[in-house]
T-cell receptor, first 114, second 110 residues
Framework: DGGITQSPKYLFRKEGQNVTLSCEQN?????MYWYRQDPGQGLRLIYYSQIVNDFQKGDIAEGYSVSREKKESFPLTVTSAQKNPTAFYLC?????????????FGPGTRLTVL | EDQVTQSPEALRLQEGESSSLNCSYT??????LFWYRQDPGKGPEFLFT???AGEEKEKERLKATLTKKESFLHITAPKPEDSATYLCAVLDNAGNMLTFGGGTRLMVKP
């Protein structure tokens, strides 16, 4: 089955630590996205990538970093510079420019800072 | 800057009681308006894409409509399993980024 996987489902981090969230897709989508969702709120874009080896900052990129070395993978690192990292993180993918712009989402990773 | 506002924030319905959710938007050029359903602790599930004013799409008890300023998600005779948060988003003029509204949390009681 094609889809998007995120791991881990739950992640606990101590203050001052960097952590990396995994996102993999086998949908052959060109574009991938990372969003953050806080309780009772909508999604805010952190970073997105339209092609391999290229990515752009979204609305709230400070304290985060990404890489796109493979089409299938778009890991997100939450650095110690992110002041309030506790949130639900969602990865998505799409095929922009084909007339079908829907983004499909993974199951999410819930990050808690202890 | 694109903006999306959803109302109400929460909606309680009795099973079978039809209603509508609103999504108001301001964009420099609409490339698409998207509706998603999100269950607690899960990723959003794609429902509909609307591209131009006057367009309508249906799926089971849900019907989405679009005008130049807003979109409605009509729910006809809802069931408890329709309880979820419904998210609306618009695609930016470049076709790269989605801007989401805050969502409407729908609760349908039997």
């Amino acid at each position: 089955d094609g889809g998007i996987t995120q791991s881990p489902k739950y992640l606990f981090r101590k203050e001052g630590q960097n952590v990396t969230l995994s996102c993999e897709q086998n949908l052959n989508h060109d574009a991938m996205y990372w969003y953050r969702q806080d309780p009772g709120q909508g999604l805010r874009l952190i970073y997105y990538s339209q092609i391999v080896n290229d990515f752009q900052k979204g609305d709230i990129a400070e304290g985060y970093s990404v890489s796109r070395e493979k089409k299938e993978s778009f890991p997100l690192t939450v650095t110690s510079a992110q002041k309030n990292p506790t949130a639900f993180y969602l990865c998505a993918s799409s095929t922009p420019g084909t007339g079908q712009n829907e983004q499909f989402f993974g199951p999410g990773t819930r990050l808690t800072v202890l | 800057e694109d903006q999306v506002t959803q109302s109400p924030e929460a909606l309680r319905l009795q099973e079978g009681e039809s209603s509508s959710l609103n999504c108001s938007y301001t964009v420099s050029g609409l490339r698409g308006l998207f509706w998603y359903r999100q269950d607690p602790g899960k990723g959003p599930e794609f429902l509909f894409t609307l591209y131009s004013a006057g367009e309508e799409k249906e799926k089971e008890r849900l019907k989405a409509t679009l005008t130049k300023k807003e979109s409605f998600l009509h729910i006809t005779a809802p069931k408890p399993e329709d309880s979820a948060t419904y998210l609306c988003a618009v695609l930016d003029n470049a076709g790269n980024m989605l801007t989401f509204g805050g969502g409407t949390r729908l609760m349908v009681k039997p």
